[in-house]
């Protein structure tokens, strides 16, 4: 289960660029961000949510794992914690994941409800720019995924919120409405919404097991 987790979680932002550039997307008016600068800070965001799809929690997090002597059992916990950024600054991040394993069924649960907040948090983008995230008021993440022995059966992934970013001398919001979510039938995964203006709209193909 983590492991399927963990491939959706690295295709979704490895294939954040391509995402935000589908379609020839030209920026909007009234903002200095390229489409690819766009994609980059995506593609930031989305990695903090999905570090989590593992089921794994940061330091100090409060809860428990249940898990009898074959590895079946459950997992819940509650965390508020920053999470560093390199090169500086940090993301507090606060909420919940929970889920569930079946050892002998083969088959696992995850959820995640997060609250990311950027605090002076640096992300560098794809040109070589630094660009200063805070949010605006924070971005809130919802993580729900399954599967069975040989494939996943559901997964979702939204991002909605603000932030604020600078660069330079110039600055800006960004607002962040952005799903992944598995293609019915398939091992896909269909992105879709805006960030920062632009069209998000683009499927990855395919999961790997």
């Not at 083969?106 to 720019?129: F, Y």
């Amino acid at each position: 289960m983590r492991k399927r987790v963990l491939a959706a979680a690295a295709l979704l932002t490895a294939a954040a660029v391509a995402a935000c550039d589908a379609g020839g997307a030209t920026a909007p008016r009234n903002t200095p961000l390229t489409a690819a600068q766009a994609a980059s800070l995506n593609r930031a965001l989305l990695a903090t949510g999905a570090s989590f799809a593992s089921g794994s929690v940061p330091a100090g997090a409060r809860g428990a794992r249940s898990m009898n002597a074959v590895g079946t059992g459950a997992f819940s916990f509650t965390f508020n914690t920053p999470v560093p950024c390199a090169p500086s600054g940090k993301v507090a991040v606060a909420g919940t994941v929970g889920g569930s394993v079946d050892a002998v069924g083969r088959t696992g649960t995850v959820s995640a409800n997060l609250g990311v907040t950027h605090q002076g948090c640096a992300v560098k983008t794809d040109d070589g720019a630094t660009f200063t995230l805070n949010g605006d008021p924070r971005i809130d993440v919802v993580l729900n995924a399954a599967s069975a022995a040989q494939a996943l059966t559901a997964f979702e992934l939204t991002q909605k919120g603000a932030f604020t970013w600078s660069h330079g001398g110039s600055s800006g919001r960004c607002a962040v409405d952005v799903t992944a979510s598995l293609v019915a039938g398939t091992q896909n995964v269909r992105l879709s919404g805006t960030f920062c203006g632009f069209p998000v709209d683009g499927t990855i193909a395919p999961l790997a097991s």
